[in-house]
């Protein structure tokens, strides 16, 4: 089966730069997603890796090492808005949903101090 | 507005009751999938649809569970003999199949049960 770890929670200031990880072990590995989900909301797209490097959008990176089952996402000029929770999804062969299919970590909830 | 919608937005039952959720995809969308979320859980993967045809719903949480998608555009959840874990949030989402290194799955807001 998949296995996805990320942190639970994480805190941070207004305007700081966070680093959110995520590592997994999957089999037929075949893309990482990021997305963002504000309480009650539905998640929302933010990134997404297949090769290994940083992949930069705006205030948002994300990166990927298939060798080490690792990725991270890098928010920067963080701001009150950014308080959310950031959840990590793999796309693989075991994820069920055909193609597309992903298998979520259980979200990272990121606190945004003033 | 031209996202993936859910109906209803809440869902308060007695535990026994069976219940049905909607969920109506982008419109030139032609997968559709269906999520359960518990508090401080990820997304759950529970079926999955491409057109009107059911491809996977071997992750059906019991045989409770069913959904259906019978012209290849809305798709409807029924939860028969709720129980009282049954109450979480469904969430639906679609996505189109391109040529593309990947596919964005668009969530709609879900639809939160309560089994008392």
């Known amino acids: 089966g998949q296995n996805i770890d990320q942190p639970t929670e994480m805190t941070a200031t207004e305007g700081a730069i966070v680093q959110i990880n995520c590592t997994y072990q999957t089999s037929g590995f075949n893309g990482l997603f990021w997305y963002q989900q504000h309480a009650g909301e539905a998640p929302t797209f933010l990134s997404y890796n297949v090769l290994d490097g940083l992949e930069e959008k705006g205030r948002f990176s994300s990166f990927l090492s298939r060798s080490k089952g690792y990725s991270y996402l890098l928010l920067k000029e963080l701001q009150m808005k950014d308080s959310a929770s950031y959840l990590c999804a793999v796309r693989a062969r075991d994820s069920g949903g055909g193609a597309d299919g992903l298998t979520f970590g259980k979200g990272t909830h990121l606190i945004i101090q003033p | 507005d031209t996202g993936v919608s859910q109906d209803p937005r809440h869902k308060i039952t007695k535990r026994g009751q069976n219940v049905t959720f909607r969920c109506d995809p982008i419109s030139e969308h032609n997968r559709l999938y269906w999520y359960r979320q518990t508090l401080g859980q990820g997304p759950e993967f529970l079926t999955y649809?491409?057109?009107?045809?059911?491809?996977?719903k071997s992750r059906l949480l019991s045989d409770r569970f069913s959904a259906e998608r019978p012209k290849g555009s809305f798709s409807t959840l029924e939860i028969q003999r709720t129980e009282q874990g049954d109450s979480a949030m469904y969430l639906c989402?679609?996505?189109?199949?391109?040529?593309?290194?990947?596919?964005?799955?668009?969530f709609g807001p879900g639809t939160r049960l309560t089994v008392l």
């Open positions: 989402a679609s996505s189109v199949s391109r040529d593309l290194p990947y596919n964005e799955q668009f």
């Open positions: 649809f491409q057109n009107e045809a059911q491809l996977e």
